[in-house]
């Protein structure tokens, strides 16, 4: 079971970048997906979630209205679209897995994480 | 939105000592649904606890978990050199806490 994320980078304050996250070794269609972030040096903030077949999606307060959660089943990936970024969206990307595949469990497996640093 | 608000901030213990980890909740989150992870330097978060206690595979049985309503707790009965990081207490699939740091004594 492997989360392997990708798409991250050095932009300036405004831009947009898409982050990627693959999936291997398990049913992914079958699991909702999270992302979750970690500024240098702090703690873990979640940030999204979409559902197994993408009907439903959620976001945290920070980042509604300039990020968006989608998937794609037939290519095991999920994909984090983040718009109008701001230096507070610096930091470590992960995706993560739930456990029993819904919403609301813990997640058990953890990509290694990509760098976004915003910054003029 | 759950707050989730960990204490305290760093616990300096010596191995062989015992941790008691506290998450307090803003509203009631059900035992099921609070989880602990633990983070060491460098590395990517790793799930210890979910799930009413449920220890995550390879987890060794010093670390346990209780609590109901809005108080939580995480125990490391005796702790061990490989124990030192930060743990966070999640609701499951949403907010996490700040962390607490265990750091050696």
């Known amino acids: 079971v492997k989360l392997v994320e990708s798409g991250g980078g050095a932009v300036q304050p405004g831009k947009s970048l898409r982050l990627s996250c693959a999936a291997s070794g398990f049913t992914f269609r079958s699991f909702a997906m999270h992302w979750v972030r970690q500024a240098p040096g702090k703690g873990l903030e979640w940030v999204a979630v979409?559902?197994?077949?993408?009907?439903?999606?959620y976001l945290a307060d920070s980042v509604t209205g300039r990020f968006t959660i989608s998937r794609d089943n037939s290519n095991n990936t999920v994909y984090l679209q983040m718009n109008g970024l701001r230096p507070e969206d610096t930091g470590v990307y992960y995706c993560a897995r739930p456990f029993s595949g819904t919403y609301h469990d813990a997640f058990d497996v953890w990509g290694q994480g990509t760098m976004v640093t915003v910054s003029s | 939105e759950i707050v989730l608000t960990q204490s305290p901030g760093t616990l300096s213990l010596s191995p062989g000592e015992r941790a008691t980890l506290s998450c307090r909740a803003s509203?009631?989150?059900?035992?099921?649904?609070l989880a602990w992870y633990q983070q060491k330097p460098g590395q990517t978060p790793s799930l210890l606890i979910s799930g009413a206690s449920r220890r995550a595979t390879g987890i060794p049985d010093r670390f346990s978990a209780s609590g109901s309503g809005t108080d939580f707790t995480l125990t490391i009965s005796r702790l061990e050199p490989e124990d030192f990081g930060v743990y966070y207490c999640q609701q499951s699939g949403r907010a996490f806490g700040q962390g607490t740091k265990v750091e050696v004594k």
């Open positions: 509203q009631i989150v059900p035992f099921i649904y």
């Open positions: 979409i559902s197994f077949d993408a009907s439903n999606t």
